[in-house]
C-alpha cells in the first residue's frame, strides 16, 4: 500500500515546492533558458512570499507579477510545459486541498499571463 502525502500546511511547504518546482523548470529544454540568468537565491524569498500569501493567506506579498515577466519572451507555447513541471512538482511532493488549490492558481496564473501577453 502506497503511502499518503501530506498536504501543503506550512512555509517550509511553500520553500520546497518552490526550489523543486525551480530545479525541474531549468532543466528544461524548451523553457529552462528563460531561467537561465535568474538569481534564484535572490528572488526566492520574494517567490516564497507569494506563494504564501496564495496558499496559506500570510500577509506580506505586494507587487505586480506579471511585469516582472513579460519581457522574458515567453510565448502561448510554452504555459502547457511550465504547468506541466509545476503539476508534477505538486503531485511529487504533496496532496489535499492546498496542493489542489496550487495547481488550479497556477493554471489562472498561466492562462491570465498568457492572455496579457497576447495583447501586448
Known amino acids: 500500500m502506497a503511502l499518503s502525502k501530506r498536504d501543503i500546511e506550512s512555509r517550509a511547504d511553500i520553500e520546497k515546492m518552490v526550489r523543486t518546482f525551480y530545479d525541474s523548470v531549468t ?6 533558458h528563460f531561467f537561465a540568468h535568474v ?3 535572490h528572488h ?3 517567490m516564497f512570499d507569494f506563494w504564501a500569501f496564495i496558499l ?3 500577509a506580506g506579498f505586494t507587487g505586480n507579477v506579471f511585469d516582472k515577466h513579460m519581457n522574458l519572451g515567453i510565448e502561448s507555447k510554452h504555459f502547457p510545459v511550465w504547468l506541466r513541471h509545476f503539476n508534477t512538482t505538486v503531485d511529487s511532493l504533496f496532496e489535499g486541498e492546498k496542493a489542489n488549490l496550487a495547481k488550479q492558481r497556477a493554471e489562472v496564473i ?3 499571463f498568457d492572455a496579457k501577453l497576447k495583447k501586448m
Open 56 to 58: 496559506l493567506d500570510e
Open 39 to 41: 538569481d534564484f537565491e
Open 27 to 32: 532543466k528544461d529544454p524548451e523553457i529552462g
Open 110 to 112: 498561466a492562462y491570465s
Open 44 to 46: 526566492f524569498p520574494r
